[in-house]
């Protein structure tokens, strides 16, 4: 039987290729996709979420829009690595499918709530925000999520938008308190994993040689989404961070990490929003995640290709 999930994502390049392989993938049921305030404001990741469904052929696919700015904090975007309207590279016609009235929030509640216990899980990939709020508003639901499996945070890689802190944290630090402190079963996909799965030229020519719509799409989002990331780390491509969630559920194998304690960073003066891994266990603290660490990069584009060829 089908996995029953939920993306909660800022479009953002490599997010829309994480819901492009979602919907390729016949082993997940997407429940839904949730929008939240990010890479750009909440009205362009709504927008960008539906773009991506249509582009898919998914149209049936419910989008929400839910949180326009963190719980505490003013909003922090990323217009200089994703361009103006998030999915710059290509341009796509604008949505026909409506946004649903409900908001992410009050959906997350709803739809959990209507799911048995541990039947349904979440794949945050921006900001923790309308997760946050869920957990903060109906406490009851956090023991009906199966899972959460998301990309944000930094150990070994440290931060890329602070010398200390990833940007899906950093932006929004109390809802990823929240979301680490809830007991839900946590998994972790942080740039320590995300560095390590690399845009190359080579794969970039693998998505344009598909020869269809989709291929064209993905590839013009990966060369436009490298030209910031190159630039900065000077590596062979960009860091394709947000399907690292997608392709561990569906194939856990090539990842690999550790049960760990992570704690989020609220306070710092120089450490706002940092993750703070016990990669070496040495609080006290009762492990909260598996906190993935490798993962053989190959296997993943080849996942990767052969899902997104089939669009």
């Known amino acids: 039987m089908a996995r029953k999930i939920i993306i909660d994502t800022d479009p953002g390049q490599d997010d829309a290729v994480a819901i492009l392989l979602a919907l390729a993938s016949p082993e997940l049921q997407v429940l839904a996709i949730t929008a939240v305030a990010g890479n750009v404001p909440l ?23 839910g949180c326009d700015a963190p719980l505490k904090r003013t909003l922090v975007t990323a217009e200089h690595v994703h ?32 799911h048995p216990p541990g039947t349904v899980t979440l794949c945050p990939l921006g900001p923790l ?34 010398p200390a ?24 996909m942080p740039l320590d994993v995300t560095h390590k ?20 799409v993905v590839a013009s989002w990966t060369h436009f ?33 550790r049960y760990i304690n992570v704690e989020i960073e609220t306070q710092g003066e120089f450490t706002q929003g940092m993750t703070v891994a016990d990669w070496w266990r040495v609080s ?8 993935i660490k490798d993962v053989d990069a190959e296997g993943l584009f080849a996942l990767l290709s052969e899902r997104i060829g089939r669009l």
Do not use: W
């Open 83 to 114: 361009g103006k309207t998030g999915l710059d590279g290509i341009e796509l016609p604008e949505p026909v499918m409506e946004l649903q009235d409900m908001h992410a929030v009050d959906f997350l509640i709803h739809e959990l709530r209507r």
């Open 225 to 257: 989404f490298e030209r910031f990331d190159v630039a900065k780390y000077g590596s062979q491509g960009a860091p394709l961070h947000d399907p690292t969630v997608i392709a561990y559920l569906l194939a856990p194998a090539l990842f690999s990490g």
């Open 284 to 291: 006290a603290r009762a492990p909260n995640a598996l906190f």
């Open 165 to 188: 802190a990833e940007f899906n944290i950093y932006v929004d630090p109390e809802a990823a308190a929240v979301v680490f402190a809830a007991g839900v079963p946590l998994v972790v």
């Open 43 to 65: 009205d362009l990741t709504a927008k960008n979420a539906r773009k991506v469904c249509e582009l898919a052929g998914r149209t049936d696919i419910p989008v929400y829009a």
């Open 197 to 216: 799965v690399l845009v190359t030229h080579e794969r970039v020519a693998r998505f344009e040689a598909m020869g269809t719509r989709v291929g064209h």
């Open 129 to 162: 925000t309308n997760i946050a709020a869920a957990l903060t508003r109906a406490p009851d639901i956090a023991e009906r999520i199966e899972q959460i499996v998301l990309m944000g945070g930094a150990y070994f890689e440290v931060g890329n938008v602070t």
